[in-house]
């Protein structure tokens, strides 16, 4: 039975989730499968991936294929590094220790990486707001502008009609 490590949809139309799921590669997408190990949401930015991490490593490990796209999920958390590193315990070329430390020193860069990230999204659109912001306040100072003129023109005219009368008053 080959097994693989793919994708099932789920979510709503155009704004699809995903279960990263172990299952025979004969069973359909959406269908029958052995484990989920975690989920996908391609739909904020970036990406939110909750991964089992231990079940993943020892599904990989036992032989289990991953798809294109689980392969870069499972390539972005760890997992196939973990498992390079486990391999070359398993070999004798490295010991554990080090296998360990070399992992977490990765995973130290790369989560400084994601929140480097994500605090400059974070600064773009407070920087888009305030931008924003400004537009706005322009736009209502010119309108206000406008109103103020167009009323006193409005003033100046009922002030001239108010003193015709008058002066023709005077005249009769």
Known sequence: MAVKIRLARR???KLAMYDIVIADARAPR????????????PNTNPASINLNEESALKWVLNGAQPTDTTRAIL?????LLKKHLQVGVNKGA??????D????????????KISGKTDGLDASKAAEKAARLAREIEINAARA???AKKNAVVEEVAAEEAEAPATEEAAE
């Open 30 to 41: 959406d269908g029958k499968f052995i484990e989920k190990i975690g989920t996908y949401n």
């Open 94 to 99: 490295i010991s554990q220790e080090v296998a």
């Open 75 to 79: 390539s972005y958390k760890g997992i």
């Open 11 to 13: 979510g709503r139309k």
């Open 145 to 147: 502008a406008a109103i």
């Open 101 to 112: 430390a070399k992992f977490n020193d990765w995973k130290v860069s790369k989560d400084l």
